[in-house]
Structure formats: C-alpha cells, structure tokens
Nanobody, 127 residues
C-alpha cells in the first residue's frame, strides 16, 4: 500500500509557527510531485503549496504566499511545510498529497490530480 504518513501540527497562537512533515513509503518518492492541501470545518479542501519532483519549482496559494514554505528531501522521502506568521484562517486539517503525472500552473494546485494522500493533521491557530 502506497503511503504518506504525516506528523507535526498542533495548536499555536496568532503569529506563531509550525512545521508539518510527510514521509513517503512503499513508492518512489522522487518520481512524484507533491503538495499540501488543507480543509477547514464546513469548507472545501483547498491547495496550500506545490513542489515538483526535484524541488526546484514550487507554487503557493495566494493566502499563504510569503508565510509558508514547502520543501522536500528525496533521499529521506520526506516533504515539509514550514508555516510562519500563522493566522486564525489557517486553522484546519492539513493533508500532504502525491501525484505521478506532470502538471503545470494551476493544475498543480487542484486536488483531483493527486492519487496518494496522507492521513491529515490538525492545525489550530487561536488569538
């Protein structure tokens, strides 16, 4: 079973920082494009950030650009999301996701293209 196992998250106050991790197992991580998505209660899942297979191309949703940073280490089969200057609106369940098909532009930030998902981790930002 192809698997993504997430860790990190938790509760933090406005302006704080958190780092999420996502470890891939049972598939060749280096061949997959990776992304982070999040879902707030009562809302649809939305993209947060994307990174290509070798980590040289990344994209961010407007609402996190400049505050969040996506990175990966293919040797460790690990993806990270560094989240700084957190806001209440960043609260939600965060998911890492993998796809083995090429994407460009906004397509890389659409959930339907991803075929492997992590279990989700809760991030709560409070005032």
């Amino acid at each position: 079973l192809l698997q993504l196992t997430q860790s990190g998250g938790g509760s933090v106050q406005i302006g704080g920082s958190l780092r999420l991790s996502c470890v891939a197992s049972r598939f060749s991580f280096v061949s997959y494009y990776m992304a982070w998505f999040r879902q707030a209660p009562g809302k649809e899942r939305e993209a947060v950030a994307f990174i290509n297979t070798v980590g040289v191309r990344s994209m961010y949703a407007d609402h996190v650009n400049g505050r969040f940073f996506i990175s990966r280490d293919n040797a460790k089969q690990t993806l990270w999301l560094q989240m700084d200057d957190l806001k209440v609106d960043d609260t939600g369940t965060y998911y890492c996701a993998a796809r083995d098909t090429y994407c460009e532009g906004d397509d890389c930030l659409k959930a339907h293209g991803y075929n492997i998902w992590g279990q989700g981790t809760q991030v709560t930002v409070s005032s």
